[in-house]
């Protein structure tokens, strides 16, 4: 069952890339070889730039700290990105990564509010007038700190992360919408036929 619509009076969408537009893998995506678009995901981004909503990332990208590959290769898999979406009319308007590991405590990683306030700040949007979507537990934590609000899709992790936070928290519910991908989340938040 779907929770209630968040809809975006300023309309900025920042998004999660790896399960939320692309398909995530526990062993990295390392190359733009590996980077493949989730079925719809493309088309939803373009669909939310027609409707003129600004789109932007926000991603952790750890794989730079853990010498997995580096930032050429990361703007790679961008490159790649920003093409396919090209050819559908889509663009990406920001990208945000924090190329960090987990124990360098820097403000940019999620579950931390970094880029979450940094893509706000770029677009003179107050954070709480933005909305995230995401498929895990640090994205939830990360749009709870910033005061932004939150949609978890269930590519990626997001079936594993509310299966975890109902578990956590011993009841059925949770606190934020959930739908099946960014391409339900876009159909429900436009309409099947714009």
């Not at 899709?153 to 992360?161: I, M, Q, Y």
Request: some cysteine; hydrophobic content about 40%.
């Amino acid at each position: 069952m779907k929770n209630s619509l968040v809809a975006n009076e300023s309309k900025l969408i920042i998004l999660d890339r790896d399960g939320v537009i692309n398909y995530d893998s526990d062993d990295y995506i390392k190359s733009p070889e590996e980077w493949m678009p989730i079925s719809g995901s493309l088309e939803a981004i373009s669909r939310l730039n027609k409707a003129r909503y600004k789109v932007a990332i926000a991603t952790n990208q750890s794989g730079i700290a853990r010498g997995y590959y580096n930032i050429d290769v990361l703007e790679g898999m961008h490159v790649k990105m920003r093409a396919l979406l090209a050819k559908l009319g889509g663009t990406i308007d920001y990208i945000a990564y924090c190329p960090h590991g987990p124990r360098d405590d820097c403000f940019c990683r999620k579950p931390k509010p970094g880029m979450l306030l940094e893509i706000s700040k770029a677009f003179s949007i107050e954070p709480k007038n933005a909305v995230f979507i995401g498929d895990s537990v640090t994205d939830t934590e990360a749009a709870k700190a910033a005061n932004m609000k939150f949609v978890l899709v269930k590519t990626g992790k997001g079936e594993r992360s509310l299966i975890s936070e109902r578990s956590k928290k011993n009841e059925l519910g949770f606190p934020y919408p959930v739908f099946d991908s960014l391409l339900d989340y876009v159909e429900n938040l436009l309409g099947v036929n714009q």
